[in-house]
């Protein structure tokens, strides 16, 4: 099979975040059969839908010959492995793994969609994912940078904090 480039999304606002956001991205560069392409920086934005501190959110790209059910299912293992619970929807949390993009697949599934399908309503998703893929279009949707004016609501920054892995930008 060949590789194909996924996006996943990384997020955390319980406990220490920065250093959940560290261990997963360390976690994500031992995936089988992946390899970590590039990191964005760490941003801090306001929950959306949720309650609870910030968040820390960062966006990862990563070539991989994993199918993108068994992608999931190794991200929901990670957010497993370091405590997430899913006590309601949009729950405050240790970290969460967001499937966003792979390759240009389009999946409706009860257990995946792809892309994700509220990733265009969030400026915690956007703004990482153009850093790392300024040029990147969502299937069905069109340009990702064309969806951020509409987000200018939502409070968001960037942290001067580096991620960990050699892969940034």
Same mark, same amino acid.
């Given at each position: 099979?060949?590789?194909?480039?996924?996006? @996943?999304? @990384?997020?955390?606002?319980?406990?220490? &975040? /920065?250093?959940?956001?560290? *261990?997963?991205? %360390? %976690?994500?560069? =031992?995936?089988?059969? !992946?390899?970590?392409? =590039?990191? !964005?920086?760490?941003?801090? &934005?306001?929950?959306?839908?949720? !309650?609870?501190?910030?968040?820390?959110? %960062?966006?990862?790209? +990563?070539?991989?010959?994993?199918?993108? %059910?068994?992608?999931? !299912?190794?991200?929901? #293992? +990670?957010?497993?492995?370091?405590?997430?619970?899913?006590?309601?929807?949009?729950?405050?949390?240790? /970290?969460?793994?967001?499937?966003?993009?792979? *390759?240009?697949? @389009? @999946?409706?599934?009860? &257990?995946? #969609?792809?892309?994700?399908?509220?990733?265009?309503?969030?400026?915690?998703?956007?703004?990482? /994912?153009?850093? +790392?893929?300024?040029? +990147?279009?969502?299937?069905? =949707?069109?340009?990702? #940078?064309?969806?951020?004016? $509409?987000?200018?609501?939502?409070?968001?920054? =960037?942290?001067?904090?580096?991620? /960990? $892995?050699?892969?940034?930008?």
């Amino acid at each position: 099979m060949q590789a194909a480039t996924a996006y @996943i999304g @990384i997020g955390s606002n319980l406990g220490d &975040s /920065l250093a959940m956001m560290h *261990a997963a991205i %360390a %976690a994500l560069e =031992k995936l089988p059969q !992946s390899q970590l392409r =590039k990191t !964005s920086s760490f941003f801090q &934005s306001a929950p959306y839908e949720a !309650s609870g501190n910030d968040f820390m959110n %960062a966006v990862v790209a +990563i070539d991989t010959t994993l199918g993108p %059910a068994a992608l999931l !299912s190794h991200c929901q #293992s +990670i957010e497993l492995a370091f405590g997430r619970e899913r006590p309601f929807p949009n729950a405050p949390r240790t /970290l969460d793994l967001d499937l966003l993009l792979y *390759a240009d697949e @389009i @999946i409706n599934q009860a &257990s995946l #969609s792809l892309p994700h399908p509220r990733m265009t309503e969030r400026a915690f998703v956007l703004h990482p /994912l153009l850093e +790392i893929a300024p040029d +990147i279009t969502i299937p069905e =949707k069109g340009l990702a #940078s064309d969806f951020l004016p $509409s987000l200018s609501d939502q409070r968001i920054q =960037k942290l001067l904090v580096e991620p /960990l $892995s050699t892969h940034t930008r």
